[in-house]
């Protein structure tokens, strides 16, 4: 079974920036096309980036500009760096593994912007 663990979350001011990080078990890390989504209280789960495994992204139009995507496929990790925050970018962030049919989750890291 494929783990996913994040970590990085936290309380941080709005303009502050955060980086999350995703390690994923197993072999063939490389392979896998990752994706951070994001879910606010009361609100459905959202796609935030995407990394393919040739390194392609893809972006929510409302983090464009503010976050980035990246992995390191030596370290079976992906990245989510997270500058300029909102109050509105407060939410529980998951780590996603995608290969064909299969996906798996992550537990989830809570991300909250306040002053």
């Known amino acids: 079974q494929v783990q996913l663990v994040e970590s990085g979350g936290g309380l941080v001011q709005p303009g502050g920036s955060l980086r999350l990080s995703c390690v994923v078990s197993?072999?063939?890390?490389?392979?896998?096309?990752m994706a951070w989504y994001r879910q606010a209280p009361g609100k459905q789960r959202e796609l935030v980036a995407v990394i393919t495994s040739g390194g392609s992204t893809n972006y929510a139009d409302s983090v464009k500009d503010r976050f980035t995507i990246s992995r390191d496929n030596a370290k079976n990790t992906v990245y989510l760096q997270m500058n300029s925050l909102k109050p509105e970018d407060t939410a529980a962030y998951y780590c996603?593994?995608?290969?064909?049919?299969?996906?798996?989750w992550g537990q989830g890291t809570q991300v909250t912007v306040s002053s």
């Open positions: 996603n593994a995608a290969l064909g049919i299969k996906n798996f």
């Open positions: 197993g072999s063939i890390f490389r392979l896998y096309a």
